[in-house]
């Protein structure tokens, strides 16, 4: 029998997966769960799976014209079940430290939250960066359908998943021209 090897997974908003893989945005925002073991967030490895979370996406935290990825998401959750489906993984191009209300505000087009949310990121834990990761995302051909575990739960960004002995086909989401573009865009907004 083969071993089964655990690799990282990064929890996030059903709904974020859901504008990933739709090549609608390529950043995620963390600052870190109320449970880390550091107490902030650390970019735990450069690639992982995208485990989708439903507990605190909200329609009113997204904008209105954004707000279908979450009830796409809704629509494919089972509350009780005791497995997950993953969909996606990706590759982080760059981790950017957003440390001002004015940085941020430069990136409100690139993402699907309200102002008032991503304002609420920044202002959590002031001391600490608020981290846009830009990530190359791919979805998988084949989800991957796993147990739910006890220790996947709570207010933290990484957990450990089985991958298993097979190798996974992915897809890029976006083609590298396009991805290209939206990174340029991002960095040329952010540039002073």
């Known amino acids: ?85 993953i969909t996606a993984y990706a590759e982080v191009t760059q981790d950017l430290e957003i440390r001002d209300q004015e940085m941020l505000d430069r990136l409100l087009e690139y993402h699907m939250w309200t102002a008032d949310f991503a304002e609420s990121r920044l202002k959590w834990k002031k001391k600490d960066p608020l981290h846009v990761l830009i990530l190359r995302v791919y979805r998988l051909q084949e989800p991957m359908e796993i147990p739910i575990l006890p220790e996947y739960n709570g207010c933290r960004s990484w957990i450990s998943i089985p991958n298993g002995p097979v190798t996974r086909e992915m897809t890029p989401v976006l083609d590298v021209a396009d991805f290209a573009e939206q990174v340029r865009k991002i960095n040329e907004a952010l540039k002073m």
């Open 1 to 85: 029998m083969l071993e089964r090897t655990m690799i990282p997974a990064l929890k996030e908003w059903a709904s974020a997966i859901k504008a990933l893989e739709n090549g609608r945005q390529v950043i995620v925002m963390r600052k870190g769960g109320i449970v880390e073991e550091t107490k902030h967030f650390e970019l735990k490895s450069p690639a992982f799976y995208l485990y989708p979370t439903y507990e605190h996406q909200r329609k009113e935290l997204i904008k209105s014209s954004e707000q279908t990825y979450v009830e796409e998401s809704l629509a494919e959750w089972v509350p009780d079940s005791s497995t997950i489906r």
